[in-house]
């Protein structure tokens, strides 16, 4: 099983900043890599897939990079609908792992 | 517009049996695979279960497999998760959401909202 690790846990920023949250995974995952946003007493929505391509209907302030193991998602100028939680997970074999979620809170 | 509505949670008590439905609109149906995603309270998300758009395909994971098995009847447009032998480590919100392809390799594009399965004595 492939493990997807998330860090920081939780990331306490101002609005109108930049952050960068990270995911590693024990194994390659090639680009195989997606990030999701999940709000309290919500199910979660997709904002990448493919490691760097963005939803539909996701704005560009948020961006993802990285491939293999290393992977990135950058919200570029946080809003006050961006704090929640997110998580990524990969979909190169069985199980589709997920990480254990970067909380992003008020500062 | 996609819609996924789940139904079918509730108190269950240890070793006891449930069975969830998803029912889909706004798309093809038996055109999409299909997938079973748990949350525990206060915890993350788990990968549970996935199935192709035909029907021919499952996989599961280990922790649910024997246990938990998804099928789902593209003439109403429905997804199930038949739910047996339960234990106290199931509880969780059951999500349904939608592979982007026939076959459930790929990424989630749509989830429903969830419905509470809690298994407890």
């Known amino acids: 099983e492939i493990v997807m690790t998330q860090s920081p846990a939780t990331l306490s920023v101002s609005p109108g900043e930049r952050v960068t949250l990270s995911c590693r995974a024990s194994?390659?995952?090639?680009?195989?890599l997606a990030w999701y946003q999940q709000k309290p007493g919500q199910a979660p929505r997709l904002l990448i897939h493919?490691?760097?391509t963005r939803a539909t209907g996701i704005p560009a302030r948020f961006s993802g990079s990285g491939s293999w193991t290393e992977f990135t998602l950058t919200i570029s100028s946080l809003r006050s609908e961006d704090f929640a939680v997110y998580y990524c997970?990969?979909?190169?074999?069985?199980?589709?792992?997920f990480g254990q979620g970067t909380k992003v809170e008020i500062k | 517009e996609v819609q996924l509505l789940e139904s079918g949670g509730g108190l269950v008590q240890p070793g006891g049996s449930l069975r969830l439905s998803c029912a889909a609109s706004?798309?093809?149906?038996?055109?999409?695979?299909m997938h079973w995603v748990r949350q525990s309270p206060g915890k993350g998300l788990e990968w549970v279960s996935g199935?192709?758009?035909?029907?021919?395909?499952?996989y599961s994971a280990d922790s649910v497999k024997g246990r938990l098995t998804v099928s789902r009847d593209n003439s109403k447009n429905t997804l199930y998760l038949q739910m047996n032998s339960l234990r106290a480590e199931d509880t969780a919100v059951y999500y349904c959401?939608?592979?982007?392809?026939?076959?459930?390799?790929?990424?989630?594009?749509?989830w429903g909202q969830g419905t509470l399965v809690t298994v407890s004595s």
């Open positions: 959401a939608k592979d982007v392809q026939q076959l459930p390799y790929n990424w989630f594009d749509s």
């Open positions: 997970q990969h979909y190169h074999g069985w199980p589709k792992t």
């Open positions: 199935i192709s758009g035909s029907g021919a395909y499952t």
């Open positions: 194994q390659s995952v090639s680009s195989n």
């Open positions: 493919g490691a760097s």
């Open positions: 706004g798309f093809d149906f038996a055109t999409y695979g």
